[in-house]
């Protein structure tokens, strides 16, 4: 089946820094997705890409569904305190709508 | 909107005994689905309902979990015989689906949380 592989799988920076985090596949993808999950709850979505080449923005958080189909980068700018958790990516499948997910990079800032 | 709910939030059983987890969608929402989480992993998918009816299963899904969705509002989840391998987080996630995934946003419960001791 297919395969998300997410990196990195953790990152520990000091508030005001930039992040980068990536996704790649081993299939073309139709949809990326970008999810956080604080301790304890369910993930929730932060920013949705449906065509390749997309870049969208949700505050500090801009992602981009790469061209080939196969990746995808989330960024978020000046980080801050609550930023803090695990972010997934993770792919929507045409029929049923069902979520493929990647292992998650795990953020952690230092105030 | 009240969101997803799910219930219990927390649950701690003995190996071999039974547990159910119920959850309620966001109103209006056609379709709910299931997913297992563990420590340090993302949700994997076990099964969705459109309506009532559940139209896929994963093979995460062994034959000591059954889910149901009566009415086509509120699910739950049985685990049968529970093993400690069945440790996990069980999310259900809800949407609005009228075919492809634009515009069709799953949003997910905070999850029930699973100990087998």
């Known amino acids: 089946g297919q395969q998300l592989n997410q990196s990195p799988q953790s990152m520990f920076i000091q508030e005001g820094e930039d992040v980068s985090m990536n996704c790649t596949s081993s299939?073309?993808?139709?949809?990326w997705l970008w999810y956080k999950q604080d301790p304890g709850e369910g993930p929730v979505l932060l920013i949705a890409?449906?065509?390749?080449?997309e870049l969208t923005s949700n505050g500090r958080l801009t992602a981009q569904f790469g061209i080939t189909r196969k990746d995808s980068f989330l960024n978020i700018s000046a980080s801050i305190p609550s930023d803090v958790g695990i972010y997934f990516c993770a792919e929507q499948r045409w029929a049923g709508n069902m979520l493929t997910f990647g292992g998650g990079t795990r953020l952690m800032v230092k105030p | 909107d009240t969101g997803v709910s799910q219930d219990p939030r927390h649950k701690i059983t003995k190996r071999g005994q039974n547990v159910t987890f119920r959850c309620d969608p966001i109103s209006e929402h056609n379709r709910l689905y299931w997913y297992r989480q563990t420590l340090g992993q993302g949700p994997e998918f076990l099964t969705y309902f459109q309506n009532e009816a559940q139209l896929e299963k994963s093979r995460l899904l062994s034959d000591r979990f059954s889910a149901e969705r009566p009415k086509g509002s509120f699910s739950t989840l049985e685990i049968q015989r529970t093993e400690q391998g069945d440790s996990a987080m069980y999310l259900c996630a809800s949407s609005y689906g009228v075919g492809d995934p634009s515009g069709n946003t799953i949003y997910f419960g905070e999850g029930s949380w699973l100990t087998v001791v």
């Open positions: 890409l449906y065509k390749a080449g």
């Open positions: 299939s073309i993808f139709n949809t």
